[in-house]
């Protein structure tokens, strides 16, 4: 892509979509690859020592329960899980920047965002362990459940952000925005369009970010889009932006903006995070089927932690003392929660009827009685009775 | 006690009227449902008082309406969605069927659902393809979902307020060839629980099962048969999930013959269901099987057809006769 392409009237070809966000202006980066800091005009961006390591330590311990969730479901212990790796700055930068009445709408591979609000790691390995089919209170962490059918959520988010329109506390301390996470496959997906459709002419506040992987299983983003997808939110009527997905600090000043001018009630926007998906879709995946190692080469050179330990490095702000001790408290917490998991009983026979209906229901009454003591007869013929 | 007579349209207006006077967490959602009051003015008037944040003209997205509506619920709110006709809910079945009805269990009973989705249903108003169908047992299908049909002023009147006060999801169907009857209604609040079938005719011959528009039609069957001195007990069942087996049970322990009447195709339909219940719990009473009147299986044909695909009082009378000769 030229740069007079991206500035100028909407170019044409797949290319486009997915491009090359290095030579495009399109694209929001506070943090090169290198791990060299360059100002934004509209996103300026001033952390503390503290805060980067704290973001540096967030991006390697997601990481490391991610590989080790990976090993896990290697070893049988897991059904299944779909890997964040690659995703670790999208998902820690947008996480950072959600205040603590924002609400979460997740897919199913928000495992850093999860980690940002706080959830149990162990829930969500419950969930790929099989012993629930989700399992939390979304009003606990405003982190709503992990959501499996493709782009369903996004209206379940805008739905949420009209509810906080009505409850009238936009602009007040007590705003809240909703924050609905989804990949480039979901795109084409009806529900995330009248979604976009919906938030917009609402003006709910809503940030729609979208984590743009490159690739929906084997499909790559020209099965998609003909355009970049940011800039699909002007169809409806809402601004859109690509930011670089593996800067962390992008990530964070892009949405936090975003965030704050949904609060104050200038509706929805679209955040384009621009990265790759370094890992299979799922563990049943097999990614040499369909793309090249010469493509995961070179987005490996982009990787979103080994840029903060350049940053950190480069400024002084953090020695190997400091890197050492992060790498042993992500190996404690993979250890840790390796045990937890391991340690997780199955649920009794008699959870499948809990908590179908809020009310008493006879039919499930009914069925449950009757598994009962079908269950039952089997004990009384074990003891001989 | 309070009673009117209203159309069961009316009816079903004051029920949506209480419901947003007595919560303001009430919202009534849909397309055309402000201003124009709903293509069958069910709405009628509710924008004007309660305004359009409360009830919302949506863009014209069924999917989008009850995806929303779900948001807005986990928000607190009572979202009452109206589906304009019966054919057009299946672009939100992904959203009913896959989110709403399962979103309680997946998140072990943290949270309530409590939305209610109005479909008007059925044929017999003269309509163009996907104005007349009757999708109820795909939701009835569905663990998570409360199915119920009303099939009178009275009843439209308590049921839709019974169903926005319930914490479940609630399909509510609405026999639309019925929303011009009138019958007086009670405003009493001291209604049926939602779940409880009613017994609307007592007689001792053949128990007669329906619900919805074929309600009606039973009970001018019902009369019908007495010229021949044949006694039909009518039972509307205006809960289909849960069902009220109870009452179903008691009456057809009593007659020994049984008819199931509905709009749906009869394969594979609700009353597959009913026939399949009552031939294990009755088996001993029963003077004859179970027999189904419905549509055929075939697509809702053209209107100028519609009178012989519809179940009518003779064809309710001839199974009737066909269970009292078997």
Known sequence: MTIDSARGAPSTGADDASGTPEASPELI???????????????????????????????????RFDMEAVALTRQGELGLWASLLGQEAAQIGSGRALGERDMVFPTYREHGVAWTRGLDPLKVLAMFRGLSNCGWDPAEHNFHLYTVVIGSQTLHATGYAMGVQRDGVLGTDKAAATIAYFGDGATSQGDVNESFVFASVFNAPIVFFCQNNQWAISEPLEKQSRIPLYRRAQGFGFPGLRVDGN??????????????????????????????????????????????????????????????????????????????????????????????????????????????????????????????????????????? | MSTDVLTLGKALNEGLRR??????????????????????????????????????????????????????????????????????????????????????????GAIKLPVVIRIPCGGGI?????????????FTHTAGLRVVACSNPADAYAMIQQSVRCDDPVIFFEPKRRYWDKAPVDRSGEWLPLDRARVVNPGSDVTVLAYGPMVKTCLEAASAALEEDRSLEVIDLRSLNPLDID??????????????????????GYGAELAARISEKCFYHLEAPVLRVGGFSTPYPANRLEEHYLPDLDRVLDAVDRVMEW
């Not at chain 1, 490095?313 to 917490?333: G, H, M, P, W």
């Not at chain 2, 309406?65 to 057009?88: C, K, N």
């Not at chain 2, 003269?126 to 795909?138: D, I």
């Open chain 1, 247 to 385: 800067d962390v600090f992008a990530c964070l000043a892009v949405t936090r903006k975003a965030l704050e001018a949904a609060r104050s009630g200038q509706g929805p926007m679209l955040i384009e995070a621009f990265t790759y998906r370094m890992g299979a879709h799922t563990t049943t995946d097999d990614p040499t089927r369909y793309r090249l190692e010469a493509e995961l080469e070179a987005w490996k050179l982009k990787d979103p932690i080994e840029r903060v330990k350049a940053y950190l490095v480069r400024n002084d702000l953090a020695d190997t003392e400091f890197f050492d001790e992060i790498d042993a408290e992500a190996k404690q917490y993979a250890a840790d929660l390796r045990r937890r998991c391991l340690e997780l009983p199955d649920p009794e026979p008699m959870a499948i009827f809990q908590d179908i209906y809020a009310e008493p229901h006879a039919l499930i009454s009914e069925e449950q009685a009757q598994f009962a003591a079908y269950l039952e007869s089997f004990e009384t013929e074990g003891s001989g009775s």
């Open chain 2, 247 to 268: 009452t179903v049970l008691e009456s057809v322990r009593r007659t020994g013959r049984c008819v199931v009447v509905h709009e749906a195709p009869v394969f594979s």
């Open chain 1, 29 to 63: 980066q506070l943090l090169t690859p290198e791990g060299e800091r360059v100002e934004h005009p509209d996103y300026p961006l001033d952390l503390t020592p503290d805060e980067v390591r704290g973001l540096y330590r967030d991006l390697v311990m997601v990481r």
């Open chain 2, 126 to 138: 003269g309509a163009v393809e996907h104005h007349s169908e009757s999708p109820e047992v795909y």
């Open chain 2, 19 to 108: 419901a947003l006077e007595d919560d303001p967490k009430v919202l009534v959602m849909g397309e055309d449902v402000g201003k124009l009051g709903g293509v069958f003015r069910v709405t009628d008037g509710l924008q004007k008082d309660f305004g359009e944040d409360r009830v919302i003209d949506t863009p014209l997205a069924e999917s989008g309406i009850v995806g929303t509506a779900i948001g807005l619920a986990l928000r607190g709110y009572r979202p009452i969605v109206e589906i304009q006709f019966d054919g057009f809910v299946f672009p939100a079945a992904d959203q009913i069927i896959t989110q709403l009805a399962k979103m309680r269990l997946r998140s072990q």
